[in-house]
């Protein structure tokens, strides 16, 4: 059971927005920024969204993220086939003094 | 450019202790915070292990407290993990990640590496 709460699956047709949720509380998304990652198969993760809505140098506009109190949410518009991949949100929690990550969103691109 | 490469990965009893080290390259290890996170086979990713840029400061997950240590040699640019007590759990690839600039207490991981596989298996 993973700190954040993330759906294990999401799914799009390319060209379509799709949005992935992650839920916490006040001890890690409600005191702190919330990163997102991108996993793509056997590799490695790759940071994809900063400090709750920056894109790293060389992360497409198609990626932004927001927080809202305890939930932060990943969006990605126009749809492509490689972005079929497993997302990632964490923060850090003052509770458990480190990192939570939320359990991983599996996008299909259908 | 940043690079990490880890080491030390392998097949290990259950009880037994493993070494994993990550050799950093293309930045200014001593400025940097680091991390170890893992992936368990098929499961999502699981923080391990931080220490602050200057080494004086370690944050361990409850799962491996008191069996890992985090440690880290600024004339070698490398991170090490020293896994002790190993369990069947601990079943995972490792992977080092840069964090930021000081202590480092952020989920903010920038550069990864590719990973090393620690399985344990009587």
């Known amino acids: 059971q993973s700190v954040l709460t993330q759906p294990p699956s999401a799914s799009g047709t390319p060209g379509q927005r799709v949005t992935i949720s992650c839920s916490g509380s006040s001890s890690n998304i409600g005191s702190h920024n919330v990163n997102w990652y991108q996993q793509l198969p056997g590799t490695a993760p790759k940071l994809l969204i900063s400090t709750n809505n920056q894109r790293p140098s060389g992360v497409p506009d198609r990626f932004s993220g927001s927080k809202s109190g305890t939930s932060a949410s990943l969006a990605i518009s126009g749809l492509q086939s490689e972005d079929e991949s497993d997302y990632y949100c964490?923060?850090?929690?003052?509770?458990?003094?480190?990192?939570?990550f939320g359990g991983g969103t599996k996008l299909t691109v259908l | 450019q940043v690079q990490l490469v880890e080491s030390g990965g392998g097949v290990v009893q259950p009880g037994r202790s493993l070494r994993l080290s990550c050799a950093a390259s293309g930045f200014t290890f001593r400025y940097y915070a680091m991390h170890w996170v893992r992936q368990a086979p098929g499961k999502g990713l699981e923080w391990v292990a931080l220490?602050?840029?200057?080494?004086?400061?370690?944050f361990y997950a409850d799962s491996v407290k008191g069996r890992f240590t985090i440690s880290r040699d600024t004339s070698k640019n490398s991170l090490y993990l020293q896994m002790n007590s190993l369990r069947h759990d601990d079943t995972a690839v490792y992977y080092c990640?840069?964090?930021?600039?000081?202590?480092?207490?952020?989920?903010?991981?920038?550069?990864w590496g590719q990973g090393t596989l620690v399985t344990v298996s009587s």
């Open positions: 990640a840069r964090g930021t600039a000081g202590m480092g207490e952020v989920a903010y991981f920038d550069y």
């Open positions: 964490a923060a850090w929690d003052d509770s458990l003094n480190g990192p939570v």
């Open positions: 220490i602050s840029d200057d080494g004086f400061h370690e």
